[in-house]
């Protein structure tokens, strides 16, 4: 059985949390890890690029030159993407990259995300994490003291709290969310995942309520 460490605000250990990759996701599935982040990636792209064809660009439609006589290959408008200045002929716009895979295939590649860093070695356990205002200096002393100063950094909590949310937002390479807003692409990105121990169970809950009815667990 691992057996992560459980560190309080100041670094200190103050107990052990016991949990394995199989309590979260039987196995991990590279291709589809890859594919959920590749989708994540695509429904983030603007996909607002645009070139003008030759029926947009300025320029006289005249024909440059006479078509013989003149020892010069033929040439029509000024306008021709063969031309300096000319319209581009395969001429890019705006399109679409959104497109999406089957929930419960999105659902299963969250846990197994969580489960390769719980694997990897690549998530710190604490035992709670609130503050009654926003303090961003007392945020990045709490990271400072749990050696994630460097370091990018996801931290994951049971409910949205708005005070720990505005302590995080100024951090470089540090982002927040709660578990039910937890992903792939959010998971995987960072080097380390900073969670509560509350968010912990909430996400070992999930996955063996759905165990127990037959069904892989889900996050």
Avoid: W
Avoid at 100 to 113: E, S
Avoid at 171 to 191: C, D, F
């Amino acid at each position: 059985m691992t057996e992560l460490i459980v560190y309080d605000r100041s670094g200190k250990q103050v107990g052990k949390y016991p949990i394995e990759p199989a309590d979260v996701a039987a196995r991990v599935d590279k291709q589809l890890l890859h594919d959920a982040v590749v989708m994540y990636q695509a429904n983030r792209r603007m996909g607002s690029a645009k070139t003008k064809n030759r029926s947009e660009v300025s320029g006289s439609t005249k024909k440059l030159y006479r078509q013989k006589g003149t020892g010069n290959a033929r040439a029509g408008s000024r306008r021709s993407g063969v031309r300096r200045g000319g319209g581009h002929i395969h001429a890019i716009r705006p399109r679409d990259y959104h497109y999406r895979m089957p929930r419960k295939a999105l659902q299963l590649a969250t846990q197994m995300a969580i489960a390769s860093k719980i694997r990897d070695d690549e998530i710190v356990v604490l035992d709670e994490l609130a503050f009654e205002e926003p303090k961003t200096k007392e945020m990045a002393s709490i990271l400072a003291a749990l050696g994630l100063k460097e370091t990018s950094t996801l931290v994951a909590t049971e409910k949205y709290d708005v005070n720990l949310y505005k302590s995080v937002r100024n951090i470089e390479r540090v982002t927040v969310s709660t578990v039910g807003e937890l992903n792939a692409l959010l998971v995987l990105k960072p080097r380390k995942i900073l969670v509560t121990k509350a968010a912990l169970d909430a996400i070992k809950a999930k996955a063996s309520c759905k165990d127990a009815s037959g069904e892989k667990g889900e996050v």
